[in-house]
C-alpha cells in the first residue's frame, strides 16, 4: 500500500459546483499535512495547510479525519480557474526526509 | 523576487551527455530538496540537503545523479550519461524548518533525445 494515494480523476465538475476530494495515509503517526495545488507544467503551490480541527479558506475547506486516516478538500462554487491538480502532502513523524507527496487529483471546472 | 528560482527552465540534450541544473532557494531557508516529477505523477523526492549538508537521497537517484550544495545556498544537481528515461521535470524547493512549508521553484524540463 502507497504510503499516500489520492483519486487522479479526473473529476469534471460544471461551474458553481461543490466538488470534495479525499487522500489517505498509511502512517497513523502522520501529525501535519498539506493541499498544495499544481497547474499545467507550473510548479506545485500551497494551498492551504490542514489542521487537526478542520481549516477553511473562503471557498476551500480542509479537514482531517484521524480515525479513518484520510484528510479531505472541499471546494465550493468551483470557477474555471480552479481547474488544476490537488496534491496533498502528508509529513512522516520519523526520518530524516519527511514530505510524502500523493500523486494528485485532476480537478477540470467546466463552462 | 525572493522565491526560489531555478535555471534553466528548459534543457534538450542528447542521450549520454551531462547536464547541471541550479537552484537558488530562498534567502533564509537552510533546508533545499530536489524532486523529479513525470506526467500524472506528485513529485518524487530526489535529495535534501540542510545547509550545505546532504542529509537524504532516494534509491530514485542512480550512480549518475549527483547534487552539491557547496556553501549552503544555492544547489546543483547534475546527471551524467543521460538516459531517455530521464526526461522529467526537476523541481527544486526549499523551507525553514523540517517540517514546514515547502515553496516550490519554477522547474527546470529535460528532454533527453
Known amino acids: 500500500r502507497k504510503e499516500v494515494e489520492q483519486d487522479p480523476g479526473p473529476f469534471n465538475v460544471p461551474e458553481g459546483a461543490t466538488v470534495a476530494f479525499n487522500c489517505t495515509y498509511s502512517?497513523?503517526?502522520?501529525?501535519?499535512f498539506f493541499w498544495y495545488r499544481q497547474d499545467c507544467r507550473k510548479e506545485p503551490k500551497l494551498l492551504m495547510s490542514v489542521y487537526s480541527s478542520g481549516n477553511e479558506d473562503g471557498r476551500f475547506t480542509a479537514q482531517l479525519n484521524r480515525a479513518s486516516q484520510y484528510i479531505s478538500l472541499l471546494i465550493r462554487d468551483s470557477k474555471l480557474s480552479d481547474s488544476a491538480t490537488y496534491l496533498c502532502v502528508v509529513i512522516r513523524p520519523s526520518g530524516t526526509y519527511k514530505y510524502i507527496f500523493g500523486t494528485g487529483t485532476r480537478l477540470k471546472v467546466l463552462a | 523576487d525572493t522565491g526560489v528560482s531555478q535555471n534553466p527552465r528548459h534543457k534538450i540534450t542528447k542521450r549520454g551527455q551531462n547536464v547541471t541544473f541550479r537552484c537558488d532557494p530562498i534567502s533564509e531557508h537552510n533546508r533545499l530538496y530536489w524532486y523529479r516529477q513525470t506526467l500524472g505523477q506528485g513529485p518524487e523526492f530526489l535529495t535534501y540537503f540542510q545547509n550545505e549538508a546532504q542529509l537524504e537521497k532516494s534509491r530514485l537517484l542512480s550512480d549518475r545523479f549527483s547534487a552539491e550544495r557547496p556553501k549552503g545556498s544555492f544547489s546543483t544537481l547534475e546527471i551524467q550519461r543521460t538516459e531517455q528515461g530521464d526526461s522529467a521535470m526537476y523541481l527544486c524547493?526549499?523551507?525553514?524548518?523540517?517540517?514546514?512549508?515547502?515553496?516550490f521553484g519554477p522547474g527546470t524540463r529535460l528532454l533527453v533525445l
Open positions: 502512517n497513523s503517526a502522520s501529525q501535519s
Open positions: 524547493a526549499s523551507s525553514k524548518g523540517l517540517a514546514e512549508t515547502q515553496y
